[in-house]
Nanobody, 114 residues
Framework: QVQLVESGGGLVQPGGSLRLSCAAS????????MGWYRQAPGKQRESVAV???????NYIDSVKGRFTVSRDNAKNTVYLQMNSLKPEDTAVYYC????????WGQGTQVTVSS
């Protein structure tokens, strides 16, 4: 049974940092590209960052230089280090396979506010 469990969100001031984690199970994690997605209130879910099985990364322009995606295949976990957070980064963050998508986890709320 596929399971994705996100954690690490919270309330942070602008300019602050958070590290999100996503623990995956039920599929061969090391052979699978993984991505982080986010959905802000009233907006569609968007892809934020992707890491291939080989460790190559890609980001949307708005987070380049601030966010870093990484993975630990021994722990079946993908991470998202978020620095210099902005209010517009406020959203529920999810991890998933870029395609075809797996069942979504519950996500983790990130709120950037003073």
């Amino acid at each position: 049974q596929v399971q994705l469990v996100e954690s690490g969100g919270g309330l942070v001031q602008p300019g602050g940092s958070l590290r999100l984690s996503c623990a995956a199970s039920g599929f061969i994690f090391r052979s699978t590209a993984m991505g982080w997605y986010r959905q802000a209130p009233g907006k569609q879910r968007e892809s934020v960052a992707v890491i291939t099985r080989d460790g190559s990364t890609n980001y949307i322009d708005s987070v380049k230089g601030r966010f870093t995606v990484s993975r630990d295949n021994a722990k079946n976990t993908v991470y998202l280090q978020m620095n210099s957070l902005k209010p517009e980064d406020t959203a529920v963050y999810y991890c998933n396979r870029p395609g075809p998508l797996l069942s979504w986890g519950q996500g983790t709320q990130v709120t950037v506010s003073s």
